[in-house]
């Protein structure tokens, strides 16, 4: 069976859609002015060199296993187990997240209470169909990757476009010294670091679309970098329209982009009934993306796990694929493991708003920890593979090209402990502590995973030599 080709185009909309994650513009919005400086101190400091370097590594190595295969070649097998476990188990985490705050918007844009069974039957009932779609290679499922896209760039251009009419129409909701838009001493907004971060993340979720590709090793970096492009305008534009026309403290956060809607159409005098359906058509809207966004990392994260199993790093069950050559048990576990932590969520007497941002934390704090090793690998594999074809390659002396791998992994390492460990106090402890735990249970299920992992030391003693 000929399988479907995914065009540069298509890619090119896969790279926005996995990237831009709309759900966390409020969020960052509501760091206040400074969000500006992290910004802008974040493309060049971390989203520029990281996907300079996913571009050239896609590009040179495209492959299914994407960031597992590269790490591993730098590394070996047991560093590459670790970056599939972290890869991996953000990912159901992250699904539970999102299930969490679909339900939030559907009771924000109906203005209802969902019942305990309503909240379960919407949560899992869109967990698996995530993970069902997620059986799909991307080739199939790019229709839903496409209009995802389409969607987030609609309304994120939107909410920005809206923003700064209410702005020049009725003034500025936030003052703005010079002050203002540098971080303050106490380093609080390094707490912020991470989810802006996490915003730039899956560049490498591209390569793993090699098979489906005519040229893999020139669309792959165009993909990445004229993605990447579209990816920070389109983040920019909304958290500007937000910071410039709502007051942050009133700045929602779990169901930032309705909400922010809601708000600036009432400021602009709008009248109830239509700012009511056009919340609720935003609401639907979004709602879909948190189903392209989950599509549009599946095949790559299954993938990277399938190439783990197939090392010993992950149980053999994750190697299984279907007759696409789609680790299809990949997404089932993801449904079972997401399923699981939503109804033990749903059990514990906390708010959604609670549930979301635990399960989210959790999510990004194992997904950055994925990466540490892949800047590193980048620089290893210049020098222990020198004389292999890089259709795209990073230009640079030595001091830049360090420069490009050490300042984000001190970046990455900042905002992961940072997230969880917002500040010093007993009560931020306290409330810290579940997270905090979970991450330890985590590291340690992770080592007792490499223990059984060998290395393969006949290749090893040839990269040596």
């Known amino acids: 069976m000929k399988k479907k080709k995914f065009k540069l185009f298509d890619a090119i909309l896969a790279t ?21 400086f992290w910004w802008i101190f974040l493309l060049i400091a971390f989203c520029l060199p990281y ?12 492959s299914d296993g994407g ?15 670790r970056v599939a476990w972290n890869y991996w188990i953000n990912f159901p985490l992250w699904i539970a997240s999102l299930a969490t705050a679909i339900t939030d918007v559907i009771m924000g844009i109906f203005s209802i209470e969902l019942s305990l069974v309503w909240l379960l039957v919407i949560q899992l009932g869109y967990t698996w169909i995530v993970s069902l779609l997620g059986c799909l290679r991307i080739g199939e499922s790019k229709w839903i990757v496409n209009i995802g896209t389409i969607f987030k760039v609609l309304f994120m251009v939107g909410l920005g476009l809206l923003g700064i009419y209410v702005a020049a129409t009725y003034g500025l909701a936030n003052e703005y010294t010079i002050a203002s838009l540098f971080p303050s001493l106490d380093l609080a907004g390094i707490g912020f670091v ?36 579209l990816m920070a305008v389109f983040y920019l534009l909304p958290s500007f329209g937000i910071n410039v026309a709502i007051p942050v403290e009133e700045i929602p956060t779990t169901t930032g982009i309705t909400e922010s809607f809601a708000i600036m159409m009432g400021i602009i005098g709008v009248p109830e009934q239509i700012t009511s359906t056009v919340i609720i058509v935003i609401g639907l809207m979004f709602i879909y993306t948190m189903v392209a966004n989950i599509v549009s990392w599946s095949f790559g994260v299954n993938s990277v796990a399938k190439y783990s199993a197939e090392d010993g790093g992950l149980p053999k069950v994750f190697a299984k694929v279907n007759k696409e050559k789609v680790p299809y048990m990949g997404s089932i576990i993801n449904g079972i493991v997401a399923s699981v932590i939503i109804v033990i969520g749903l059990l514990i007497p906390e708010s959604g708003a609670d549930l979301f941002w635990t399960f989210f934390s ?12 892949l800047f590193p690998a980048f620089l290893k594999l210049r020098k222990i593979d020198p004389n292999v074809t890089r259709p795209y390659k990073v230009e640079g002396g030595e001091f830049k090209l360090k420069l490009m791998t050490y300042v984000p992994v001190i970046l990455l390492v900042l905002g992961i402990f ?11 402890l306290t409330y810290q502590w579940p997270l905090i735990v979970g991450v330890i249970v985590s590291i340690i299920i992770q080592e007792l995973l490499v223990l059984f992992v060998k290395e393969d030391t006949k290749k090893n003693a040839k990269t040596r030599k």
């Open 194 to 229: 991470s989810v802006i971060i996490f915003n730039f993340l899956g560049f490498e979720v591209v390569s793993t679309f090699a098979e489906d590709l005519k040229n893999p090793k020139k669309e792959i970096p165009k993909a990445i970098i004229i993605g990447g492009i």
């Open 51 to 62: 996907g300079l370097i996913s571009a050239e590594l896609g590009s040179t190595y495209p």
């Open 67 to 81: 960031m597992y295969e590269w790490v591993k070649k730098a590394f070996g097998k047991k560093m590459a187990a």
């Open 362 to 373: 959790f999510s990004l704090v194992t997904l950055l920890i994925s990466y540490l090793p």
């Open 418 to 428: 940072f997230t969880l460990f917002p500040d010093f106090t007993i009560e931020t």
């Open 16 to 36: 926005v859609c996995i990237t831009l994650v709309a759900d966390s513009v409020a969020p960052t919005a509501s760091i206040g002015n400074s969000q500006f």
